[in-house]
């Protein structure tokens, strides 16, 4: 058996290139070492592997608490957004009970229930704009999903406090939307309080009054509890635990964050690279508006559920994932893959994004083909822009839901066009990559059906 050799380049470059450049990082050591490498530079400590073959992903991902753990202390990067109480940084036997307290919200019955408030929000947010005028789609979509988010999650509509909320949100969001501002969650140095005026003490203040005003709505809700609500803080709030106990506030505010961040940006990111490769290939999109005009007022359920929809959305996210990293991993025993071995306490992480371009699985990798999802069925491990595992998101059903009802409204009832004919790239926004320069169109007016 062979030891994996370190990457040649000092932990301290691969850690700049890492935070900078991060689709550079990673496929350039893709072409050294295609199956899996050694990553140390990218944080969570030393002897770190990255894989992006699917046969491995699957038996790391697939083995938690036998050959793997998947400790939650590892993903505290989060934690100033997050806490440290959400499902993401909680593990073990508390983990698996949260996750089955908050999944039924986001899966069969429910989503229906959400369908209808979907497509009223985009065609608000989308009448808004201006004929003519250029908009970033990247911003359209944070709003169309931030509404919704707020609608499904927070059961919030109107009010001064929504809007506060809102605003907070977005401005802690946006603190982090570059790769230069990102390293302030990945460099400990730099979480530093120097006043209100400082870019950490800017951050910690905006989290407080964001604090403060969720704080305020558990207490408003305990006071006068509604039984006939049916958004999904109330439903968590009506939980109880196989001890029937329920979640405290402090457990509820991290779920919140950790929905309200993780729910909204990334499936913003989605739609608005879905907008933009439509516009891109203009096939795919001619493809796509004949399937959604064969429709006569189609309810939501029939939409999501339409075969081009659904492999645009998969191309989007195998194209341009939003997520490069599974969560980690941690050896509990020596392990061996590839003719190489590894010991205990060695930290692995599936590569999503390396697996969504491998050409061994996606031929001409770099193309939008939506056709190749309806030509081959994927497994698990091969198409896994959500993770796997016990850590794989719980809000997939909802994004994908929301992702296919968004494009599809936009697509059916407004005419856009790319501003330009610059390419847009992947860039950093945080521990995610977003479109560099938003995806600017220009709103043309109203379809006619």
């Known amino acids: 058996m062979k030891t994996l050799p ?12 890492w935070i900078l450049d991060p689709v550079g990082y990673l496929e350039s ?16 400590g030393s002897d770190i592997v990255l894989t992006s073959h699917p ?4 038996q790391i991902l697939t083995n938690d608490r036998k050959q793997f753990s ?32 908050i999944m039924p919200s986001f899966h069969g019955d429910r989503l229906s229930v ?23 789609a990247r911003t359209l979509t944070q709003a169309i999903s931030l509404q919704v988010i707020f609608e499904v999650v927070f059961g919030l509509s109107e009010g001064a406090r929504n809007h506060q909320i809102k605003q907070l949100l977005t401005a802690m969001a946006d603190r982090f939307n570059s790769p230069l501002t990102s390293a302030l969650l990945f460099i400990k140095a730099f979480q530093k309080d120097w006043g209100p005026r400082s870019p950490w003490g800017y951050f910690l203040s905006l989290r407080q009054q964001l604090d403060d005003l969720v704080y305020a709505e558990l207490q408003e809700r305990r006071t006068h509890p509604n039984p006939n609500r049916t958004d999904i803080l109330s439903l968590m709030m009506a939980a109880y635990d196989e001890e029937g106990q329920p979640m405290s506030d402090k ?6 964050m950790t929905l309200l961040f993780a729910g909204h940006e990334t499936t913003a990111t989605s739609i608005a690279w879905a907008l933009y490769w439509l516009h891109q290939y203009p096939n795919a999109k001619a493809t796509l508006l004949q399937e959604l005009n064969s429709l006569e007022d189609a309810d939501p359920t029939t939409i999501a559920r ?10 989007t996210l195998r194209r341009t994932p939003v997520a490069m990293l599974t969560f980690p991993r941690v050896a509990l025993e020596p392990v061996e893959f590839f003719d190489y071995s590894f010991d205990s306490g060695t930290i692995f992480m599936g590569c999503m994004y390396l697996t969504l371009q491998r050409e061994d699985l996606y031929p001409n990798p770099k193309e939008f083909r939506p056709e190749r ?48 004919s610059r390419p847009e790239v992947p860039r950093r926004r945080g521990v995610t990559l977003a479109p560099a320069r938003g995806v600017q169109m220009r709103m043309l007016g109203n379809s006619k059906r």
Do not use: W
């Not at 109480?85 to 036997?93: F, H, K, L, P, Q």
């Not at 457990?251 to 919140?256: A, G, N, T, V, Y």
């Open 114 to 136: 959400y369908g209808d408030l979907i497509c009223q929000l985009t065609h608000k947010a989308c009448e808004q704009l201006t004929v003519g005028a250029v908009f970033s």
């Open 29 to 44: 050591n893709y072409q050294q070492y295609p199956d899996l490498f050694r990553a140390d530079g990218i944080g969570f």
């Open 306 to 315: 339409l075969p081009y929809l659904t492999a645009v959305c998969q191309e």
């Open 6 to 17: 370190p990457l040649k380049q000092p932990v301290a470059l691969q850690r700049i290139q």
């Open 373 to 420: 999802f309806l030509e081959r069925k994927y497994s698990s491990f091969e198409f896994i822009p959500f993770g796997n595992g016990v850590r794989r998101c719980v809000g997939e059903a909802l994004a994908l839901y929301e992702m296919k009802l968004v494009l599809a409204t936009i697509l059916t009832h407004y005419h856009l066009e790319l501003a330009n």
């Open 55 to 58: 046969q491995m992903m699957q």
């Open 251 to 256: 457990e509820l505010r991290d779920e919140l």
């Open 70 to 101: 998947a400790p939650g202390s590892l993903n505290l990067i989060l934690e100033p957004l997050l806490g440290d109480a959400s499902v993401i940084t909680i593990e073990g036997d508390r983990h698996k009970r949260r996750r089955q307290l």
